[in-house]
Nanobody
Framework: QVQLVESGGGLVQAGDSLRLSCAAS????????MGWFRQAPGKEREFVAT????????LYADSVKGRFTFYRVNAKNTVYLQMNSLKPEDTAVYYC?????????????????WGQGTQVTVSS
């Protein structure tokens, strides 16, 4: 059974940092691009960041560029999202996803495995 399990979410204050982890099990994703998406209450799920299979290329949403860093450790079958300078508007459920492609992509339709999500709440 293939699973993506996110962890590291929580309640923090504006300006704080969090590091989200997404551990995969059931198969290796070392040849797949990975992505992070988020969904705030009452809003649609939105793209946050993507990374290619090797970790050499990343792409970020403008809203998080310069504050978030996406990286991966293929030997651990795990990806990470380092989130710094958090803002109240970053409050959302964050989802990890594995793509059918090896190159990073911001299209949700190109991700075929999704985690259950982890809540991030940033207070002002």
């Amino acid at each position: 059974q293939v699973q993506l399990v996110e962890s590291g979410g929580g309640l923090v204050q504006a300006g704080d940092s969090l590091r989200l982890s997404c551990a995969a099990s059931g198969r290796t994703f070392s040849n797949n691009a990975m992505g992070w998406f988020r969904q705030a209450p009452g809003k649609e799920r939105e793209f946050v960041a993507t990374i290619n299979w090797s970790g050499s290329t990343t792409l970020y949403a403008d809203s998080v560029k310069g504050r978030f860093t996406f990286y991966r450790v293929n030997a651990k079958n795990t990806v990470y999202l380092q989130m710094n300078s958090l803002k109240p508007e970053d409050t959302a459920v964050y989802y990890c996803a594995a793509s059918v492609t090896s190159s990073g992509t911001y299209y949700p339709s190109q991700y075929n495995y999704w985690g259950q999500g982890t809540q991030v709440t940033v207070s002002s």
